[in-house]
């Protein structure tokens, strides 16, 4: 998402996520409801101004002079005080370079083809990690196109495993922030926890807060895997749904603050309490390693494998 800033850590990425203008819809902005302070009438201008000026309505908002909101106002419902204050609003975002016009790419398309080849994608951020309107921004939009793009395969391949796009594992960190119960119901990440793989696509959800998830996203979840908790309402929605929820707090209370975790769920036949492995030079060795540097070539050698960059000695 940010291309200077993995110049500067020397990282090449194999491509830079571009979003157009008019990629950005009311949708995506019920889940800025909160970062952005967006009242309901807001929300409700936004869906006015699509269906009056059509996908490139931020824009054309931006760019509006008086007299064309004016003009706009007489000819519709819109209140001038919420669209006067939801420009104000779009127009923080003007300050995320990755927010383009005229944008011919299709930054969802080219993560879907990775996908599809079984590559495993991380989308970093850069400095934008720090920045939680982008964060929800890009994360939403882009699940968002990509789910639908999963909706439309499975649906077409009528019941053809072997025409339907494989399994897929979206991972989101801060969960909370997507899935608060306020907004849990309108947002794509709800309506993927309560499809259930329905469309071949599900969810890892990581948080240090699982209290402000929504109780029905919680119930979802079918595998949990719980470190050290000491907040109660964490404790308690951890462990909604499950059996013999009274001892369990018992163990997560007596795990260690390291390397300690509770796994309980589908996953496992009960509940079970593990030591995380440490990454460190006896593990690799045990994974065939001798030493750091052999490690980092083995590592170069099959990221340049997943480009399609041909090796000396390999055909």
Do not use: C
């Amino acid at each position: 998402l940010d291309e200077a800033s993995s110049r500067r850590r020397k990282v090449r990425p194999d491509f830079t996520v571009v979003l157009d203008w008019s990629d950005i819809q009311p949708e995506d902005l019920e889940m800025l409801r909160v970062t952005l302070d967006l009242s309901d009438q807001m929300v409700g201008a936004a869906y006015s101004l699509r269906r009056a000026w059509g996908r490139g309505w931020i824009k054309q908002l931006l760019q509006a002079d008086k007299d064309a909101i004016d003009l706009l106002v007489e000819g519709t419902t819109i209140n001038r005080s919420s669209l006067d204050a939801l420009s104000r609003r779009m127009e923080r975002l003007t300050r995320f370079d990755f927010l383009r016009d005229s944008w011919k790419g299709d930054s969802a398309q080219q993560i879907i083809d990775y996908l599809d080849k079984g590559i495993t994608v991380v989308l970093e951020f850069g400095r934008y990690g720090n920045s939680l309107e982008a964060y929800i921004l890009v994360a939403n939009y882009l699940t968002r196109r990509i789910h639908q793009m999963y909706v439309e395969r499975v649906e077409s391949a009528l019941g053809d495993a072997a025409q339907e796009p494989p399994q897929l594992m979206i991972v989101i960190e801060e969960a909370h922030k997507f899935l608060d119960p306020q907004i849990a119901r309108q947002t794509i990440f709800g309506t993927i926890a309560r499809e259930l793989r329905k469309y071949n696509v599900t969810l890892l959800i990581v948080d240090q807060r699982p209290s402000g998830i929504d109780e029905e996203v919680m119930s979802q979840i079918g595998t949990r895997v719980t470190a050290l908790l000491d907040n109660e309402r964490d404790i308690a929605a951890v462990l909604t749904g499950v059996s013999g929820a009274g001892s369990l707090r018992e163990v997560l209370a007596r795990l260690d603050t390291k390397q300690q975790a509770l796994i309980m769920g589908h996953a496992v036949p009960m509940p079970v309490v593990i030591q995380t492995r440490s990454y460190d030079a006896d593990f690799y060795a045990a994974m065939g390693f001798q030493d750091e540097a052999e490690l980092r070539a083995s590592r170069s050698s099959r990221v340049n494998l997943l480009r399609g960059e041909r090796e000396e000695g390999i055909d």
